[in-house]
């Protein structure tokens, strides 16, 4: 089967030198990676900028903003069987990029964002994919509640949740424990493991799903 897999933070400029990001690794989306080719997939992996060198026989897209990512996906889903949005895509963007770097002129400086596309919210409808769609939840409250909701809002066959206010776990861990939850409302937890033991048991979990 070919998967799509998106990994990594996206990168949302506010003037030349500075921006906006998150703390995603790209290390649960690069071991889902590796993990699927393993299996005997094809991968086309698409990244936000990381320091992670990507799978040798992955077809590897590298993206910076979260409108490049969408049209990176956009562009390239058609091909896939399995579609897994695991990027920490930022929310917002700066509305207007200062052409030069902004000085430090006043005491207070106030950003104007407006969001950004919905990608995983996008696959369903703009995209029309009608393949395996797994989504991901970084959650900090209520995990289980927000993540059956994304799952039914997105169209997802299945949701992998983590909790994000754990120090010890998560962004930028070599570790992760997560729960899958099904559509059909069964639930798989995976307790804490490796990233890249996390990302096998995960295939092993789609494939054992379609
Ligand atoms: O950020 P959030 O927890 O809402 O992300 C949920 C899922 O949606 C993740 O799978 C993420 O990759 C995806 N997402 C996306 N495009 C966005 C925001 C989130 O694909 N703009």
Do not use: W
């Amino acid at each position: 089967m070919h998967f799509l897999i998106t990994a990594g933070p996206t990168r949302e400029p506010i003037d030349p030198v500075r921006y906006i990001s998150n703390h995603s690794s790209g290390k649960m989306g690069y071991a889902l990676a590796e993990a699927a080719l393993a299996a005997g997939h094809e991968v086309t992996l698409i990244s936000g900028p990381v320091s992670l060198t990507p799978p040798e026989k992955a077809t590897f897209l590298s993206v910076e903003t979260a409108q490049e990512m969408f049209d990176a996906v956009a562009s390239q889903i058609a091909k896939a069987e399995v579609a897994i949005f695991c990027a920490a895509v930022a929310d917002y963007r700066v509305a207007e990029q200062a052409d030069e770097k902004i000085k430090k002129s006043s005491d207070t400086l106030t950003l104007d964002l407006v969001k950004n596309p919905d990608i995983l919210g996008s696959a369903r409808g703009a995209f029309g994919f009608n393949g395996f769609l797994v989504g991901f939840a970084a959650e900090t409250t209520d995990v289980e509640k927000h993540a059956i909701g994304k799952l039914e809002k997105k169209g997802c066959d299945l949701l992998v949740a983590n909790d994000v206010s754990r120090s010890d776990i998560g962004f930028d861990h070599q570790e992760n424990e997560v729960i899958a939850f099904h559509r059909d409302g069964r639930k798989t937890p995976l307790p804490r493991a490796l990233k890249s033991e996390i990302g096998r048991e995960l295939i092993r979990l789609i494939e054992a799903s379609i």
